[in-house]
C-alpha cells in the first residue's frame, strides 16, 4: 500500500472498527474491538512516520480529488511537520484512553462505537488540507464528544454536554461565516483562475500564495476589512476550542462531568485542535491582522495564564482543579503565537504536545482514585502515598510534569514561550515595555502553577492516611501501563525535545519566512 493510501485508510479505520463495535455479540468483545482499532491506527500512524521525509516543509504523502466541482472543494488530505507530531499523539492516547474505560459497563458497545467515531474526526481535522473538508471533520469530532459526555457522565451530565454542544457550535458558525466569505472573496486571488480556494497549508505552498493572499485580504488589501473581522472570527472559533478566558467556561463542567477515559482525551487531544487550527488557518491566511491585533491576542493569553492558576488554587473539586489547569497552560499557547517570533511558535506548538501528555496523565490519576473514593473532595484525602507508593510516585512525575519541573516535558513549551515573548522586544522596537510586560506576567504563572500543583499534592498524598483506604481495591497492572506510558512520555520528551523540533522544524520555517517576508517589519529569528 502507497503512503497516501495508508494516510486514509488511517482516517477511517476507526470509523471501520466503531461499525463492528456495533455488530458486536457483547460489551466485552465491543471492548476487544476497539482496543485493536486504536493500535492499527497507530501502527499507520508509526508506519507514516518511518516513510516521513523529516527536511522537508512541504506536505508529504497527499491525496487530492475534486470533491464538490460547483464550488471546488476537494478531497485534499496530506502530512506534514504540523500535522504529523499530533497525529501520534492522537493515536497513542487513543490506545491509552480505551484501555483506561475497560471498566465501563453501561452500554459499552456504543461507548466504543462512538469514541471511535470520535478518533475519525480527530484525525480527519489533522490532515484535511481543504477547508471545507477541515469544517466536516471538525464536525464530526463535535457530535460524539456531546454523547459521550451526556450519557456516561455525572449527576451533571446533561448540562455539561448541552454546554459543550452549544459553545462549540458557536466556534463553528464563526468559521463558516468565514468560510461564506472566502468562497465570494478568494477568486479575486492571483491564479484563482475566479474560482474559491479551499486550501489551507500552511507550509512551503501556502508561501508561494502568500503575497496574493495578502493583496486580498492584508493591510491595504481588496478586501482588507474581511481580512480582519476573519481573522477574529477563525481566532474566537478555536479560541473557545483551546481554550481562551473569556471562552473558557464550558471546559470546567464538561471535565468534572465526563468519564476519566474521555476527559483524558477532551484534553490530551481535542483542546489541541484550536491551537493547531490558528497554526494552520488563522495566522497563515490573515498574517497582517496577527500583526495587527497582536496586543490583543497576548493579552487573551497572559489573562488565561494567570486566570486560569488563580481558578485552580481556588477549587477544592480535585478534577475541576486540572480543568482550570488546563485553561492556564493553554495559554502559553495564544501567548505564544501572538507574539510572532520562532521561538514561541516553537514554544507553543511543544506545550501542546507536552499538555497532551501531562493533562491526559493528571485526569487519569485524579480518575484511579475517584473510582475507589466515589468524591474529589481535596480536603477529605491525605497520605495516600503511604497506602499506595507505586501510585503516588507516578502521580508525583505526572503532577510534577505539568508544573512544567525541569527534565519533564511541561517545562520547554513554557520556557520557549517566555523566551519568544522576550525576544519579541526586536519586532516591535516601540512597545518594547509592553512586551517586556507580557513576558514578566506569564512567567508569574510558573509560581502559580507551583502553588496549586504543590498544595494539592500536600493535601492528597502527605500526611496520615484515612482509615477508609484500607477497603480501597488496589492499583490494577492496566492502571500502572497506562500511567507508566504517560509517565515515561513525559520524562522522553522533558529530556529529549528535539524528538518534535526534528519534525516540526522544515515546516516551521516555511510558516515563519511567510510571515517574515509577508509583513517585512517582522524580523522572526530561529530557536
Known amino acids: 500500500m502507497d503512503m497516501p493510501s495508508l494516510l486514509n485508510w488511517m482516517i477511517y479505520v476507526p470509523m471501520i472498527f466503531g461499525g463492528l463495535c456495533l455488530l458486536a455479540p457483547s460489551g466485552e468483545w465491543a471492548k476487544r474491538l476497539a482496543l485493536a482499532g486504536s493500535i492499527v491506527t497507530l501502527v499507520m500512524s508509526i508506519v507514516l512516520l518511518c516513510n516521513y521525509s523529516f527536511d522537508q516543509g512541504g506536505v508529504q504523502f497527499e491525496s487530492s480529488l475534486v470533491w464538490i466541482e ?12 504540523l500535522s504529523l507530531p499530533l497525529v501520534l499523539l492522537t493515536t497513542a492516547l487513543s490506545v491509552l484512553v480505551v484501555a483506561a474505560g475497560w471498566k465501563i459497563d453501561k452500554a459499552a458497545k456504543a461507548y466504543n462505537a462512538l469514541y471511535m467515531l470520535l478518533l475519525t474526526g480527530m484525525l480527519g481535522v489533522f490532515l484535511a488540507l481543504d477547508m471545507f473538508l477541515f469544517y466536516v471533520f471538525f464536525e464530526i469530532s463535535l457530535l460524539p464528544m456531546y454523547f459521550l459526555i451526556g450519557i456516561w457522565g455525572g449527576p451533571r451530565k446533561e448540562y455539561a454536554a448541552i454546554k459543550f454542544f452549544l459553545y462549540t457550535l458557536a466556534g463553528s458558525i464563526c468559521l463558516l461565516i468565514v468560510m461564506l466569505g ?17 486550501t489551507i497549508v500552511s507550509s512551503s505552498e501556502l508561501s508561494l500564495q502568500s503575497a496574493a493572499v495578502r493583496a486580498v485580504f492584508g493591510n491595504g488589501g481588496l478586501h482588507e476589512v474581511f481580512g480582519k473581522w476573519a481573522f477574529w472570527l477563525t ?19 464538561a471535565h468534572v462531568e465526563a468519564p476519566t477515559p474521555i476527559s483524558m482525551v477532551l484534553a490530551g487531544v481535542l483542546l489541541k485542535m484550536g491551537g493547531y487550527a490558528m497554526m494552520r488557518i488563522t495566522w497563515p491566511l490573515f498574517p497582517d491582522a496577527a500583526a495587527t491585533f497582536w496586543v490583543a491576542v497576548a493579552t487573551i493569553g497572559v489573562v488565561s495564564i494567570i486566570y486560569g492558576a488563580l481558578c485552580a488554587i481556588a477549587q477544592t473539586d480535585w478534577k475541576k482543579m486540572v480543568a482550570y489547569s488546563s485553561v492556564s497552560h493553554m495559554g502559553y ?39 475507589r473514593a466515589h468524591h474529589r473532595d481535596l480536603n477529605r484525602f ?57 513576558g514578566i506576567l506569564a512567567a508569574s504563572g510558573v509560581v502559580l502553577t507551583a502553588g496549586y500543583i504543590l498544595w494539592m499534592f500536600q493535601r492528597v498524598y502527605m500526611g496520615l492516611p484515612k482509615p477508609e483506604y484500607e477497603s480501597f481495591e488496589p492499583v490494577r497492572g492496566r492502571e500502572y501501563a497506562i500511567m507508566a506510558v504517560l509517565g515515561i512520555a513525559a520524562f522522553v520528551f522533558g529530556i529529549v525535545p528535539v524528538l518534535i523540533f526534528n519534525i516540526t522544524d522544515s515546516t516551521f520555517e516555511s510558516l515563519t519566512n511567510m510571515l517574515r517576508d509577508g509583513l517585512g517589519v517582522l524580523s522572526v529569528s530561529g530557536s
Open 235 to 253: 481566532l474566537i472559533a478555536f479560541l473557545i476550542k483551546l481554550p481562551a478566558v473569556p471562552f473558557h467556561t464550558w471546559l470546567p463542567d
Open 70 to 81: 460547483a464550488i471546488n472543494v476537494h478531497y485534499r488530505t496530506g502530512l506534514d511537520g
Open 182 to 198: 472566502l468562497f465570494l472573496y478568494t477568486p479575486n486571488i492571483d491564479g484563482a483562475n475566479g474560482k474559491q480556494l479551499w
Open 333 to 371: 499557547v495564544t501567548l505564544g503565537l501572538a507574539v510572532l517570533t520562532r521561538t514561541g511558535f516553537d514554544g507553543a506548538y511543544f506545550q501542546m504536545i507536552a499538555h497532551g501528555i501531562t493533562s491526559a496523565m493528571m485526569f487519569f490519576l485524579v480518575g484511579v482514585v475517584y473510582d
Open 382 to 438: 491525605g497520605g495516600l502515598w503511604l497506602t499506595w507508593p507505586g501510585y503516588s510516585g507516578w502521580a508525583m512525575v505526572g503532577f510534577f510534569a505539568g508544573m512544567g519541573l525541569p527534565g519533564l516535558c511541561g517545562f520547554i513549551g513554557e520556557i520557549m514561550v517566555l523566551l519568544g515573548t522576550f525576544e519579541a522586544a526586536a519586532n516591535f522596537e516601540h512597545q518594547v515595555g509592553l512586551v517586556y510586560t507580557f
